[in-house]
């Protein structure tokens, strides 16, 4: 097939059809080739320009591969961009260090990670919990505590500026209605010790990902389980 940065139909459909006055950027490392990505109307290569270089452009205008209007009109469409947006006539004055979150924001954030969780399983319709009933909690995994996930990596990552996690959590929500402990899970025995003085048991297990490579499975980390 075509790679998406040289597939002349989805620039069509994307700049003619509807109407896109933009520009077209590439994800990092998605440009394989120098005519077939810019008569196509790819308008910039990132992160760096292997194939989108002054060089191999102006070698491909010489030889007629590559006509100029093409190249003007990813030059108007990146600074008419930088234009309307007041790129030139404003300094930038952010840090991109700041932390610029707020309550409302936070609040969002968990709405999003509460609407976006998943029940895939509720034997013996043990959910949702009958607090009356449960004096004992008990909650394993190092994911829970020591080892929280708030994300993936690469450019999705972020690092929030306050952590809740699981354990914390929990304890929150039994306030002084009942007594929550944390084992990591590390000693089997000890585990089901724990979990055999409890009235409810909650493991957390986790694993991430990131782009810039495939996992080998979907399994969990082997000290995990």
Not at 94 to 104: H, K, L, M
Not at 110 to 130: C, E, G, I, T, Y
Request: proline content about 3%; some cysteine; hydrophobic content about 40%.
């Amino acid at each position: 097939g075509v790679h998406a940065c040289e597939n002349e139909e989805i620039m069509r459909v994307l700049k003619a059809d509807l109407g896109f006055k933009g520009w077209v950027m590439s994800d990092w490392g998605a440009v394989h080739s120098t005519v077939g990505s810019a008569n196509a109307g790819l308008d910039q290569e990132m992160p760096t320009g292997e194939y989108f270089s002054a060089t191999a452009l102006k070698s491909n205008i010489t030889a007629g591969k590559i006509s100029a209007s093409t190249i003007d009109d990813k030059v108007h469409r990146i600074l008419r961009t930088m234009f309307s947006f007041g790129l030139f006539e404003h300094n930038a004055t952010g840090d991109f260090r700041a932390n610029v979150t707020s309550p409302a924001h936070r609040r969002l954030a968990r709405q999003f990670a509460a609407q976006s969780s998943v029940l895939l399983h509720n034997k013996k319709a043990v959910l949702p919990w009958d607090r009356a009933r449960i004096k004992r909690l008990a909650v394993f995994g190092r994911a829970a505590h020591t080892k929280v996930l708030t994300g993936g990596g690469g450019s999705g990552e972020v690092r929030p500026s306050r952590v809740v996690s699981p354990l914390d959590g929990l304890r929150q929500a039994f306030g002084r209605a009942g007594t929550v402990t944390y084992y990591d899970g590390t000693d089997k025995v000890r585990a089901a010790q724990i979990a055999h003085q409890s009235d409810a048991c909650v493991a957390v297990l986790a694993t991430t990902s990131g782009e810039g490579g495939d996992r080998d499975s979907l399994s969990l980390p082997a000290d995990d389980i």
